[in-house]
């Protein structure tokens, strides 16, 4: 009976195995679009004794609806987002922020809903915001921000910054500043001032007045800080400019052509390139000691050097193999590996803040072209063509480039114009950077409110 | 003897139940019929995305051109003249016309597909017409490999030809349908594990009545912030997909689903 027992037990867990192979089915979804995401922007609610106040203080109707339209502008800039027309809202924004009728906004097919509100505290402006997940239905992020009311566009591209991370993954690059060089003038006699503007184009402030030529400011990866170049008695002269405090510090004279003077990834070190005895080489400068430190020692050019974001490789420009190409370095200068193999020429390269890609800029054929390519010089990729167009200074978050465009002086020389232009990484999202002059070579500031 | 008897009518008895249950001829009804079977295999290649050996046909199809043209030669000299030669330089001029067309515009991704077609072009020269059956037998290998390629990115691939499973177009069908509702997040690393499983309880609909993500706990560890971004847009896109495009019978074979949403091919680009 026992054997009897034994065998039927035996005999059930087969049968269940064989039942058991008739598995879940799987399906693997490997592709998805690539289109903006759908987003609605609601007008920020106010109470109207704080929509008088704020009238009075900022000369703002409306500041709700001011800060919601910088929000709308910012997402769709990125070319990530599709922030959806405010004529279709079916909710009051007051409502809205309480609980949305999630509904309302899947039936003008939002996919993400923001909502939120501004209050007079003691003469501060309060802003508190709120993201939504129009088709979970649920909340997925809620945040209030206090400070002083001049401060309302800033708050306006902190939640832009907060809503791109939380639905992309990635940090935002919307609480930022443009550094740039200014032009007004002919081409024969332009005047070159030093510029600073909010990533929008907003808040534009002339730190130079135009005096003396200055050329390729760069920002400090880690503070508000900058570095530029500047012809003092047709002397090239380093110089470091505080923009929180307006103080400015001459590194040092250097000799001959100097170029490019560029931080290193922990803002301690300057690193450029300039001609001693004849030939062009690559160093840097420790700006606690001002001990100069020479990188490269090699008969050709070698220029426009960039720290990788963690200090260990220098890209940089050299004519070594007979025309100019771009080359990867250890930070000591040893293990010199030239990356950059297509036609034409290469400059200008930069590192990357996410560290994967290596932007450049490439003349091919008389035409200038903005590209990437990864780090090993494989995946190049040719983002924009033009006539002229070149010194591509990455986004924080490494997602687009800021670079300038010089258009063609016409017969009678006339027409000629340079103006800031940015593109993002797929090479469909490309746009005119607002400016009131004309402008030149930007550096991106890191993001403010790390 | 009794005994005897009673263990050989369990063990019968049991053979009959496991075939029943193994063989899916005899515990389903015969619905999915041969003839069915073979409309779908034709409707797979003409629409599946599942590469169909292109490098082969194309290598086969320039061989039968250049066999065409190698008769042609060995013909008379009079019907060599008579062959039409103007049509071998004809592509030839098209392709530079494309070229001329392409070189106006500004277009990035043009300039890209430029690029590409300058490096096909240099395969064309290492084309030797000489060495027709090496060329074939590669293809053939190439061919192969394209097959293990696909298995191995898509796990499911051996289960569409059992009856427990989808059929490759069912399983088209609904793929091409999610593609379209899933908005990938772009800021996502592509060198990282990011695989989303969503397990589904569909109503015969096709409707939603339940989504668990698996790894769910997955979501709320800390530094996974970028498994949680992807695990919520293949939810949005499960949600807002549906009813999914599931076949119209077999309840029971799809009531339940997993869909594992991998970015990575998409975010490597």
Known sequence: ?450 | MNRSIILSSVFHLFIIILTAMSLPFLSKKAVDLPPIVSVELIQITEKTNIPFAPKAKKIIEKVKEKEKKLVSEQAPPKKVKKKKPDAVPMPEDNIKKVEKVKDDTQNPEKVDNEIKQVSEFEKEELFDPNNIAALIDKSKEETALEVNKTDQVTQDQTKNFDNTGLTLSEEDALKAQIFGCWSIPLGLPYNENLLVRIKLELKPDGSVSKSEILDHARMNRPGQGFYKVLAESALRAVKLCQPLRVPTTGYERWKELQLNFDAREMLEG
């Open chain 1, 1 to 450: 009976m026992k054997n009897i027992k034994f065998i039927l037990s035996t005999l059930l867990i087969i049968l269940l195995t064989t039942v058991k192979s008739f598995s879940l089915i799987e399906v693997d979804i490997t592709r998805g679009n690539l289109n903006p995401l759908p987003v609605a922007v609601s007008p920020l609610s106010i109470d109207v004794k704080s929509k008088k106040s704020f009238e009075n203080l900022l000369k703002k109707k409306d500041i709700g609806e001011e800060i919601s339209l910088i929000v709308e502008n910012n997402l769709r800039t990125s070319g990530l987002f599709n922030p959806l027309n405010k004529d279709a809202f079916l909710q009051a924004p007051d409502i809205a922020n309480l609980k949305p009728r999630f509904e309302d906004w899947n039936l003008i097919k939002a996919q993400a809903l923001i909502t939120g509100k501004v209050t007079n505290i003691e003469d501060k402006l309060r802003v508190e915001f709120r993201l939504w997940d129009v088709l979970a239905g649920k909340e997925m992020m809620a945040l209030a921000f206090t400070t002083v009311p001049t401060n309302w566009r800033r708050v306006g591209h902190i939640i832009s910054d907060k809503v791109y991370e939380r639905l992309t993954g990635e940090k935002g690059y919307f609480d930022t500043r443009i550094i740039y060089v200014a032009e007004e003038g002919p081409k024969t006699n332009r005047i070159k001032k030093l510029a600073i503007m909010d990533q929008d184009g907003e808040n534009n402030k002339f730190l130079t007045l135009g005096n003396e030529l200055v050329l390729t400011p760069r920002f400090n990866p880690t503070s508000q800080m900058v570095t530029y170049l500047s012809y003092f008695r047709n002397l090239p002269r380093v110089y470091l400019l505080d923009i929180e405090t307006g103080m400015q510090e001459v590194v040092g004279d250097f000799p001959g052509m100097t170029f490019a003077p560029r931080f290193s990834p922990d803002g301690k070190k300057i690193i450029m390139s300039f001609a001693k005895d004849g030939n062009s080489d690559i160093y840097t400068m420790d700006l606690e000691n001002r001990i100069v430190e020479k990188i490269t020692n090699h008969p050709s050019i070698d220029t426009s050097p960039s720290y990788s974001p963690d200090g260990k490789f220098i890209c940089f420009n050299s004519d070594r193999s007979g025309y100019q190409q771009i080359y990867v370095m250890n930070s000591d200068g040893t293990n010199v590996k030239r990356i950059s193999f297509g036609n034409g020429i290469y400059g200008t390269p930069v590192w990357s803040p996410r560290g994967d890609l290596i932007a450049f800029t490439k003349l091919h054929k008389g035409q200038f072209y903005i590209g990437v390519m990864r780090t090993d010089g494989t995946g190049e990729r040719l983002l924009t063509e033009n006539f002229y167009q070149e010194a591509p200074s990455w986004s924080p978050n490494g997602r687009v480039l800021i670079f300038y465009r010089e258009t063609k002086t016409d017969d009678k020389g006339e027409g000629f114009s340079a103006k800031l232009w940015s593109i993002d990484l797929t090479g469909y999202n490309e746009r005119l950077v607002k400016t009131p002059t004309d402008g030149s070579d930007p550096s991106w500031s890191s993001l403010l409110s790390d």
